[in-house]
């Protein structure tokens, strides 16, 4: 059996800044790509940063969770939700 740094291919328990999220979210719903053509499409959509952190969801999520700001769940994971 080897020792020392393995790759177990299992996911980071890293997680971002709240401040990192945040921006990103701006970032997408605002700058990058408007928010609005993911609302108009009925399937749920969810977009996670590189630690599985929820950056965007789209109005069928809110729909579902009874949200009304996508900012209440930016920085959970879906697990969390």
């Known amino acids: 059996?080897?020792?020392?740094?393995?790759?177990?291919?299992?996911?980071?328990?890293r997680?971002?800044?709240?401040?990192?999220t945040q921006e990103q979210s701006h970032l997408f719903s605002t700058v990058l790509f408007p928010g609005l053509l993911f609302d108009a499409v009925p399937s749920l959509f969810l977009l996670l940063n590189e630690n599985r952190?929820?950056?965007?969801?789209?109005?069928?999520?809110?729909n579902i969770l009874g949200l009304e700001e996508v900012q209440a769940i930016v920085g959970l994971r879906p697990a969390k939700l």
């Open 1 to 13: 059996m080897e020792s020392g740094n393995e790759n177990t291919f299992a996911a980071s328990d």
């Open 15 to 20: 997680r971002s800044p709240v401040a990192e």
């Open 53 to 62: 952190q929820i950056i965007f969801a789209n109005r069928a999520v809110m």
